[in-house]
Structure formats: structure tokens, C-alpha cells
């Protein structure tokens, strides 16, 4: 199979690396500022499949155009910047029987998915309470810059947005259950920042000069808390932060049960954390001998042998690359449809800071 990458940046390149892995895959990597590039990949009878590792706003027509040209498509997250056209595309990939993914790799370093068959076993109890933190330092100051920064670019929510919605999809998906209605508050510390004259890579930028800057007025968030409800009993909260100073990239996640509870950092992402009422604590390293067999195969090193974010991103395509070629393969992956899940939360959130109230989700 062929796979073209869309985009040469950070993404891009994680992307790239992570096809290289699978060893049956062929990987060639096209900038999206190209277009005949582009074209050309979208006519290629050879490319099986495309991955979009561009700036938000490209997503929609770079995932429809691949849709219609009959690729499978899989988008790095959000999936759009809004809901409808994330339906669309879900819609456009399901009539078109196109195997289509969004990027929400998190879900699969193997201690994640050690919670997620601990809940499922029963281990957990009922689940009560979900709560944590994304939480990153790497927008602190007004010279940081980077296009998520703007709103037509980025979308309407940023931290929320880009990292947010990780936390909310890892909430989700270990718990079992589904996020009902929020409260949002968002906050932007920086009213304006200093965009350099030049392109900046993510998590780059830290060695311009005064004069290599211009002052810009910035509507998107720094920060936002929200607390939420997941059904009829179970309450939760969470913050996203890029201006956490000391915080390079930490998902912390605590879902608590009645019979046990369990709590991850992925600054840390071999160890798991699990606590008791009436006997001791535990914290364990990641081991697939000593995991539950339905979460051993997302480890491919025993234990001792870290696994990290670059793995996560070879357990995606890995599942996603099987299911190509093997239509009866039921999707281990997160499809378009959870790309939307996730918009409509956002929209929610938005929705919901603007109101200064609780907001359905749709």
C-alpha cells in the first residue's frame, strides 16, 4: 500500500515516521502549499491513502477532495472547524465506503488502554467522577506564535481545541461514558502577541529578535476550565493550558470508581497509578505480560522498554492499514465520527463561555 502525507511539518513528519514503522506501508511526503503536488497525489491510482497533517482550516477540502478521489483518508484532529462540516465529511466517507480515521492517538499508549479494559472487567465499579489536566507551557509568553494562535486558521477554540479535546476523548473513551452538558470558562492572557515575520514551526520560536516581530490582537484562549456532566451520576472537570509554565505536554487524567480508582500522567506514560479504599495503593510500570489481554497488543516492548507519543501514532495506523486490507475488519480506530463527537463538545464549550451557563451537547 502507498500513503501520501499531507504537510512537512511537525505533524507531517510524526506521521511520516510513524508509516516508515509499519514496514507495509510506502510513505512519500507532499506539501500541501503545492498544489499540483497535491493534484497529482489525488489522481495517483496508486495511493491508497491520505493523511492530512495540514493546518486546520485545510482539513475539510483536503479530506473531500481525497474522499471523492476515492482514498481512504485519515485527518489529523480537529477534525474541521465545525460540526457540519465534520458531518460531512463522515457522511461523504461512509457513502463513499472509505475507511476514514481521525488522529486522537492518545487513546493508545498501552496504559491507557490497561484503564480502559480494567473499567471494562469491572474493576472499576461504577464510574462517579472524571477529572484532570492538559496542561502545556509552550504558548507562555507573547512571543511565543504559532498558526493555532489564529482564529481562521485554527478555528474558535484553541487550547480547548487542540489539546482539549484529547483530554475529553481520552475521558470518554476509558469511562465508557459520554460527556451530556458543560460549563466553560475560557481566559486569553495575552490580549495581543508578537507574530514573527517569518513561518515558525510548533513548538518552535524561542531565539527571535525584537524586530522580527509584529504585534497581532489574539482572539483565541490561553486557558479554559470546564466541569461537565457524563449522564445522570457521574461529574467531572477539566482544565487546558498552554501558558502552565513547567508543563512541556501533561495529559493527566483521574477517573474514579466505587470499587477502585486510576490516574495517568503522559509525562510518565509508563506508569499507572490505581487506588483503594481499604488496601494499599499501587503504581505499576507498563508490562504486556501482566496486562489484560484485550490492552497487550498495544505494547510491543516488554516491560522495562519504554513506550512513548511516537508509538501511539504506529498502533493508528497499524489498526487503520489492516482494516484497508481487510474490508471485514471491524474499525479498531477513531473514525470521522469521532472527529465530530469531539466538535460538537467544543461547540458546546464555546457556547457555554459566551452564555455564562450550561450547555447541552448535541
Not at 485545510?58 to 477534525?79: D, R, Y
Not at 445522570?232 to 487524567?253: E, M
Amino acid at each position: 500500500m502507498r500513503a501520501a502525507v499531507l504537510g512537512t511539518g511537525f505533524m507531517g513528519r510524526v506521521h511520516l515516521e510513524g508509516l516508515r514503522r509499519l514496514g507495509n506501508v510506502e510513505a512519500l511526503s507532499v506539501t500541501s502549499r503545492d498544489e499540483a503536488a497535491v493534484r497529482a497525489v489525488m489522481a495517483d491510482p496508486t495511493v491508497t491513502a491520505v493523511h492530512i497533517c495540514t493546518p486546520n482550516s485545510s482539513h475539510v477540502p483536503l479530506a473531500k477532495s481525497a474522499l471523492e478521489a476515492g482514498k481512504h483518508v485519515l485527518c489529523e484532529k480537529p477534525l474541521a472547524t465545525s460540526s457540519a462540516d465534520a458531518a460531512m465529511l463522515t457522511e461523504l466517507a461512509n457513502a463513499r465506503g472509505l475507511r476514514n480515521a481521525t488522529c486522537h492517538n492518545l487513546r493508545y499508549y498501552p496504559m491507557v488502554q490497561h484503564m480502559r479494559r480494567m473499567r471494562e472487567a469491572g474493576e472499576l465499579g461504577e464510574i462517579l467522577v472524571a477529572q484532570g489536566t492538559y496542561s502545556q507551557d509552550w504558548l507562555l509568553y507573547d512571543t511565543d506564535w504559532n498558526w493555532r494562535i489564529e482564529s481562521n486558521i485554527g478555528g474558535a477554540l484553541r487550547a480547548l481545541g487542540d489539546i482539549g479535546s484529547h483530554w475529553c476523548d481520552m475521558a470518554e473513551h476509558v469511562s465508557g461514558l459520554r460527556i451530556t452538558s458543560v460549563c466553560a470558562d475560557l481566559q486569553t492572557f495575552h490580549k495581543t502577541r508578537k507574530r514573527p515575520k517569518g513561518i515558525v514551526e510548533t513548538f518552535a520560536g524561542k531565539t527571535l529578535a525584537p524586530s522580527d516581530y509584529d504585534e497581532i490582537p489574539i482572539d483565541t484562549e490561553d486557558f479554559a476550565s470546564v466541569i461537565f456532566r457524563m449522564g445522570d451520576r457521574a461529574r467531572g472537570s477539566f482544565t487546558a493550558s498552554q501558558v502552565s509554565a513547567g508543563c512541556k505536554n501533561r495529559l493527566s487524567i483521574e477517573i474514579y470508581g466505587s470499587k477502585a480508582s486510576v490516574a495517568w500522567n503522559q509525562e510518565r506514560p509508563d506508569e499507572l497509578w490505581i487506588g483503594h479504599r481499604n488496601s494499599p495503593n499501587q503504581t505499576i510500570v507498563k508490562d504486556p505480560s501482566l496486562m489484560h489481554g484485550a490492552a497487550r497488543s498495544y505494547a510491543d516492548l516488554p516491560g522495562g522498554h519504554s513506550e512513548g507519543y511516537d508509538d501511539t501514532f504506529k498502533q493508528v495506523f497499524r489498526r487503520f492499514y489492516a482494516s484497508i486490507a481487510d474490508p471485514t475488519v471491524a474499525p479498531e480506530y477513531p473514525q470521522f465520527a469521532d472527529g465530530l463527537r469531539q466538535l460538537k463538545i467544543l461547540e458546546a464549550e464555546l457556547a457555554s463561555h459566551k452564555a455564562h451557563a450550561w450547555v447541552e451537547v448535541a
